[in-house]
């Protein structure tokens, strides 16, 4: 029987097996290598930091989401072999595949920028979204800096949305107008896509927003509070919230498959990692020029599960799931309970909508429904 290894216990890696074991059923041994038990919902770290969300409802139990002709193995991968088609873990076990899912994600890295760990806050992970709900209760005015401290990064949109939402959480609080917001981005706009930049650009300074481009992060000085350019300015803060830096998983850091940053070569439409064609990626984990994003993953599993089930059935690849197109779907907070939409895929850009109450419901309805609904493979 072919052994399917899949590589990773979040959005991507979880749906992979799922939609596998329903197409093969017992026709392959499936199993999935998760670092942890547990299945996070990522995106609502945002909400986090306002006191809008309570963590504890954002993560489940990883084997109450899988197939049960999924095998659950919980572990770290220490290295990866393709020529050997093993895979060992920290603790010394190695698996053995014929065919490999790697759905490993990205990593927060501040070490990559001095002073950032020490100096910044960030809501990239849960501990650090408590500890950044942490310091807004306890922030009463003054200057705050949101920023992007490199790229890329997942979730692309949410530190508009954050900067956006902190700007009704400071007015909730009625400290609005005590209180200076600096949006910095690495680049000449607001964000990466251009018809994003020009929706959100006017909205951050209709809120008072202060806007610096073309600011690449080169370090932080905690003790003067003071984040620095590579372009030579300097910006002052009592309350720093800047997004790390990331790379991909340690272990493919060097690998065969991997750049020197841990992201996986991978053919844009199939998802194959060249020159290991019974490999694939999806996910954060891919060097594909799309967003780093849960609906990234979402969009791509179903290709990948399809080419494997295919080829061990011995059969032609169902056209309809083929090719991967660079299909991404999602909503932009945009703040006083409003959100817009981004549609796009490789050859179409977005065109987001002005922003509205039915986006922001919509991605409230979307973050409850989801553990029925994506890691399942309900849609």
């Not at 547990?38 to 770290?45: D, E």
């Not at 290991?276 to 990234?296: E, M, Q, R, V, W």
Request: negative net charge; aromatic residues 10%.
């Amino acid at each position: 029987m072919k052994q399917i290894l899949v590589l990773g216990g979040g959005t991507g890696g979880t749906l992979v097996a799922n939609l596998l074991a329903k197409k093969l059923k017992d026709e392959a041994k499936i199993t999935l290598v998760s670092a942890s038990s547990r299945h996070l919902y990522q995106p609502g770290w945002l909400y986090v930091p306002f006191g809008w969300q309570d963590p504890r409802g954002l993560s489940r139990s990883l084997k109450s989401l899988l197939n049960k002709r999924v095998q659950l193995e919980i572990g770290r991968v220490s290295h990866l072999d393709p020529h050997a088609q093993s895979v060992t873990l920290e603790s010394g076990h190695t698996l053995h595949y014929d065919y490999l899912v790697v759905a490993t994600g990205s990593r927060v890295t501040p070490e990559d920028v001095p002073g950032l760990a020490e100096g910044a806050h960030h809501f990239y992970t849960e501990e650090a979204a408590w500890k950044l709900h942490a310091a807004l209760e306890e922030f009463n005015g003054g200057k705050i800096v949101v920023g992007v401290g490199g790229l890329p990064h997942k979730c692309p949109v949410a530190p508009l949305e954050f900067t956006f939402l902190l700007d009704e959480y400071l007015t909730r609080k009625g400290i609005r107008q005590q209180t200076e917001i600096t949006y910095t981005y690495p680049i000449n706009r607001v964000f990466s896509i251009e018809s994003v930049a020009e929706m959100a650009e006017p909205l951050l300074k209709e809120r008072g927003i202060n806007i610096e481009t073309f600011f690449n992060l080169e370090s932080v000085d905690p003790e003067k509070k003071l984040a620095i350019s590579m372009e030579g300015s300097e910006l002052p803060y009592d309350l720093l919230v800047m997004i790390p830096p990331h790379r991909g998983a340690k272990f493919l850091e060097g690998s065969p498959i991997a750049d020197a940053q841990g992201w996986v070569y991978t053919d844009r439409h199939t998802l194959q990692v060249k020159d290991f064609p019974n490999i694939y990626a999806l996910g954060d984990t891919t060097n594909l020029p799309i967003s780093k994003a849960g609906s990234t993953a979402h969009f791509e599993a179903p290709v990948i599960a399809e080419h494997i089930a295919a080829a061990i059935q011995g059969r032609p690849v169902d056209p309809k799931h083929a090719t991967y197109n660079g299909k991404v779907t999602c909503f932009l907070e945009a703040g006083y309970e409003k959100a817009s939409i981004l549609a796009f895929d490789y050859d179409t850009p977005p065109k987001p909508p002005t922003p509205s109450w039915l986006y922001h419901y919509e991605k409230m309805a979307f973050n409850k429904a989801y553990w029925y609904l994506v890691p399942t493979g309900v849609i």
